[in-house]
């Protein structure tokens, strides 16, 4: 099993423009999470998913954030318009077990200039 | 508000010698302390865990105390190694409720040859 898999890995924007992050999970894992990590915060939990369904936003940080999860197998994090102050590495993670072991993906860099 | 504490962002320390690493949180309800280890350019990986029904856990060179009363927990490295360097997450959660973790700052340990 390849594990989780971000894409991409690093994305260089300007402010202003749309940034699409995408996560395939393990397959049978029943949660997804979406995490940023910054010098300031360290990991901050944005939103997860159960069975798809989105459970808690709460960490979202304004409505210019948004995820998706379509299916089992795919989730997207949107950031529209983006900003300088976005710029992080964003980490997708999945997990079997409530409050368990976090299967983390190896994360996307975006700047936003 | 941060739950989970981790006051030293780094620690350096000599090859052989025991790595301690410190993490304090404040919410009572939570249940179940996982360590993480994150290497640069890549994703968190699952260290250690413990649940709060025991005090220790022990796994080879890695051993995580839990003092409930004084909410505090530790990850003992010993003997350190050069490949131990990386930044250390302390994570918390509440099983049996909300799936959520929730992570420390981090400590970056060095492990000095």
């Known amino acids: 099993d390849a594990g989780v898999i971000q894409s991409p890995r690093h994305e260089v924007t300007e402010m202003g423009q749309e940034v699409t992050l995408r996560c395939k999970p393990i397959s049978g894992h029943n949660s997804l999470f979406w995490y940023r990590q910054t010098m300031m915060r360290g990991l901050e939990l944005l939103i997860y998913?159960?069975?798809?369904?989105?459970?808690?936003d709460s960490g979202m940080p304004e409505d210019r954030f948004s995820a998706k999860m379509p299916n089992a197998s795919f989730s997207t994090l949107k950031i529209q318009p983006s900003e300088p102050r976005d710029s992080a590495v964003y980490f997708c993670a999945a997990n079997w077990d409530p409050g368990g072991e976090l299967f983390f993906g190896e994360g996307s860099r975006l700047t936003v200039l | 508000d941060q739950q989970v504490k981790q006051n030293s962002p780094s620690l350096s320390v000599q090859e052989g010698r025991i790595s301690i690493l410190n993490c304090d949180y404040t919410?009572?309800?939570?249940?179940?302390f996982l360590w993480y280890k994150k290497y640069p350019a890549e994703g968190p990986t699952f260290l250690i865990s413990i649940s709060s029904i025991k005090d220790k856990n022990e796994d080879g060179r890695f051993t995580v105390f839990l003092n409930k009363s004084a909410k505090h927990l530790s990850l003992h490295i010993v003997p350190s190694q050069p490949g131990d360097s990386a930044v250390y997450f302390c994570a918390a959660a509440t099983q049996g409720g909300s799936e959520k973790l929730v992570f420390g700052k981090g400590t970056k340990l060095t492990v000095n040859p």
């Open positions: 998913f159960n069975n798809n369904v989105p459970i808690d």
């Open positions: 919410n009572s309800m939570f249940d179940y």
